[in-house]
């Protein structure tokens, strides 16, 4: 009798350690899936922290000849000013090519010449086909660009000229076929550090919402400049020491557009 026991014991082990090893492998594949889970989770947040990141700089450079003319605010492109809208399409030229080398220099003039054809060229990416650009000069407190009917052309002077903004895009909100950017106005002239020599975070002087509107595949036009969130007035604890900033803003053109260039700075050659 005690062998039957004996026996039936040994056989309920070895049904019990039949199981034991598939379940442990179980166990083993689920864990495994479980980490490949999360790596794959973590490598995908850090992926698009990176796309998102580069995306930000790409609609930061696009935005680039709009922002450093600071126009002023627009519902829909219709409605904009025609000469600050042609104002942006000059520095776009000015941006991609600071040196302009490809512009002929005229010494009656005294100042580079820029074809109306490369204006509207660089009209067309900013601001689409929805407008029309209407040729005219462009005077400011800072520069004039003369345009001239005769030779379809506008001069560009020689003496250099600092954008007062540059855009820092801090929010994307695609919708549809239309973009929404949030931008902030970053000053050039700012403090980069503080008078012990620590980086400081530049300051927006505001915030303006820009609408970015699909004119076919991954071409896009700016078609809304809105303004955004107001300002808390910042203060600091210490007294920043300024550099002055004389060197130009290096932008390129955005990855939604498709022909566009890059450029090196926002100063005319001189």
Wanted: one cysteine or more; charged letters at 20%.
């Amino acid at each position: 009798m005690a062998e039957t026991n004996a026996g039936t014991k040994e056989v309920k082990k070895k049904k019990k350690n039949r199981y034991a090893f598939p379940l442990g492998l179980l166990m083993t594949v689920f864990a495994l899936v479980g980490l490949a889970f999360t790596v794959s989770y973590a490598y995908g947040a850090v992926r698009d922290l990176l796309d998102n990141t580069q995306r930000k700089a790409e609609y930061g450079d696009f935005l680039l000849p709009l922002v450093c003319n600071d126009p002023d605010p627009f519902d829909d492109i219709s409605k904009a000013d025609m000469a600050q809208l042609i104002d942006c399409a000059i520095w776009a030229n000015i941006i991609n090519d600071p040196e302009p080398s490809r512009f002929q220099y005229s010494e009656t003039e005294f100042g580079y010449i820029m074809p109306q054809a490369d204006v509207e060229s660089s009209f067309a990416v900013l601001f689409g086909s929805e407008v029309k650009p209407v040729h005219q000069s462009i005077e400011t407190g800072a520069y004039e660009f003369r345009y001239s009917p005769q030779t379809k052309s506008y001069i560009i002077p020689s003496t250099g000229i600092d954008p007062v903004y540059v855009p820092q895009v801090t929010d994307i909100d695609k919708t549809g076929d239309s973009v929404v950017l949030t931008v902030e106005y970053l000053r050039k002239s700012d403090p980069q550090l503080d008078n012990r020599g620590n980086p400081v975070k530049p300051q927006a002087s505001k915030v303006m919402v820009v609408t970015l509107r699909s004119s076919g595949g991954d071409a896009y036009y700016i078609s809304a400049l809105q303004a955004g969130r107001k300002l808390e007035t910042a203060s600091y604890s210490e007294t920043p020491t300024v550099k002055p900033a004389t060197e130009a803003a290096a932008t390129q053109a955005p990855a939604v557009t498709e022909n566009t260039t890059s450029a090196q700075g926002a100063t005319a050659g001189g």
